[in-house]
């Protein structure tokens, strides 16, 4: 599992969503590495990790990855920040092993109350569909394109070298192949995870959303804090499904203000 990590004090773990990585983080690492240390790894399967045969891609296998991942860095309690897909990982391994986390900040996380998604990852996911899918979308670099530009409530926000950054790991064989087997299981991994959700209810926990979020549903944020008493919402005005490059200076000063009042050591 090939990780970044940065800085020095309490840790925290920055977990990507789906088909994104490490990258995902650029403009977040150098603020909170003033004040923790950052651990940003790429999930096997994605990034510039290894890519293992037969691998469990269900979401328990991730996050209970994830907790490994602790054990291998020495890292016994760790807040944990998760984006998307990367957002259930981490609420998954926080239920498995509440203990072992302070905080939990989740992005527009992949959560039971946002439908999109649901319909879509059966479909990708069948037997002649995904053959499709596997053969043509290492040549579809416009479909990339398209699908990174209804990330962003503002197209003229993206960054410069964004999509040739996100592009890079889809040149290693196997890429694709993780995502469909991660689809597979989405419907019960999702149901799995919301029996689960009473696990947190006493970790502190800060949601971010954009009000712009295609992928996500930001109105299934309101039920998710419901869920999560000792939960606050913040909502981007104007800002899609990733805020920490869309809006990286006010996505930073919310998590550094929100790690800061949780009671974190910082």
């Known amino acids: 599992m090939r990780y970044l990590r940065r800085g020095s004090g309490p840790a925290i773990v920055l977990l990507h969503g789906l088909l994104g990585y490490s990258f995902s983080w650029r403009f977040a690492i150098p603020q909170l590495a003033r004040q923790a240390t950052v651990f940003a790894p790429d999930m096997l399967g994605a990034g510039f990790s290894g890519r293992p045969a037969e691998m469990d891609c269900s979401l328990r296998a991730n996050a209970e990855r994830i907790l490994h991942f602790l054990d291998e860095v020495g890292v016994e309690t760790a807040d944990l920040l998760g984006t998307s897909y990367g957002g259930a990982v981490v609420m998954m391994a926080a239920a498995l092993q509440p203990q072992r986390v302070r905080c939990l900040i989740l992005v527009a996380p992949v959560n039971p109350w946002s439908a999109r998604g649901r319909r879509l990852a059966p479909f990708l996911s069948c037997g002649p569909v995904a053959g499709l899918f596997l053969v043509l979308a290492p040549l579809l670099e416009i479909a990339h394109s398209v ?3 209804r990330l962003y409530g503002d197209t003229r926000r993206i960054p410069p ?22 689809l597979k299981t989405w419907n019960s991994d999702l149901h799995q995870l919301e029996s689960m959700l009473p696990r947190l209810s006493e970790i502190p926990t800060l949601l971010l959303w954009g009000s712009e979020d295609r992928a996500v549903n930001p109105a299934s944020a309101l039920i998710l804090r419901q869920q999560l008493p000792h939960s606050r919402l913040i909502v981007f005005d104007g800002v899609g499904h990733l805020p920490y490059e869309e809006a990286p200076e006010l996505f930073n000063r919310a998590v550094s203000d929100f790690l800061m009042s949780a009671g974190a050591p910082y």
């Open 147 to 149: 699908l990174l530009r």
């Open 161 to 182: 070298g964004t999509l040739e950054g996100y592009a890079a790991p889809f040149a290693i064989p196997g890429s694709f192949g993780y995502a469909i087997n991660l």
